[in-house]
C-alpha cells in the first residue's frame, strides 16, 4: 500500500500525487514511479529493438501456449540469440506455473536496466497505445 502502489492501482485518478502529464496515461505513471524509485538505467539500457522483438515474440506465444512450436520468423536460418534462448527456456520451463513464467519474464526484462523512458514505450507497445504524435500546440 504505498503511494507508488496506490498510484499505479489508480492511475486514472489525479489525486493521488501524480505528476499532471500522466493522470489516465498507466505507462506514464509506470514511468514515474519507476524514475522516482530510481529504478532502471538514467543512460538507457543497451538492449536492441530486436531484442525487445524478440521479447515481445516469445511473451505471445507463451499468452498463446504456443511456445514448443518455431516461434521466430525473422530467425528461419535456426540461429537464434542467446536472450531468445533464455526467454524460451523461461517460458518451457515446465517446473514453473503460467503466473511464475510471467514473473520471471518481467525480471528477465528488468535485469536489462531500461531506463524510464524504455519501460514507458515498452507498456505502450504491449498496451496497443503508442500515442506517437505531434500537438498543435507544440508546433505552435
Known amino acids: 500500500n504505498s503511494t507508488h502502489a496506490k498510484q499505479i492501482n489508480h492511475y486514472r485518478d489525479h489525486s493521488k500525487g501524480m505528476k499532471k502529464d500522466s493522470v489516465a496515461d ?10 522516482a524509485r ?10 536492441t529493438v530486436g531484442e525487445v522483438n524478440d ?12 511456445v514448443d512450436i518455431a516461434s521466430s520468423e525473422a530467425n528461419l536460418t535456426g540461429e537464434k540469440s542467446r536472450w531468445r ?23 528477465a526484462l528488468l ?13 505502450r507497445a504491449l498496451l496497443q ?3 506517437v504524435g505531434i500537438h ?5
Open 85 to 107: 534462448r533464455n526467454l524460451e527456456r523461461i517460458a518451457t520451463d515446465s517446473a514453473l506455473n503460467r503466473n511464475e513464467k510471467y514473473t520471471n519474464f518481467v525480471k
Open 55 to 66: 521479447w515481445v515474440d516469445v511473451l505471445v506465444d507463451l499468452y498463446k501456449n504456443r
Open 129 to 131: 497505445n503508442l500515442h
Open 111 to 123: 535485469k536489462r536496466k531500461l531506463n524510464p523512458v524504455e519501460h514507458k514505450y515498452i507498456i
Open 38 to 47: 530510481g529504478i532502471g538505467s538514467k543512460d538507457g539500457s543497451d538492449m
Open 136 to 140: 498543435l500546440k507544440d508546433i505552435m
Open 26 to 35: 498507466l505507462s506514464s505513471v509506470i514511468s514515474d514511479v519507476l524514475d
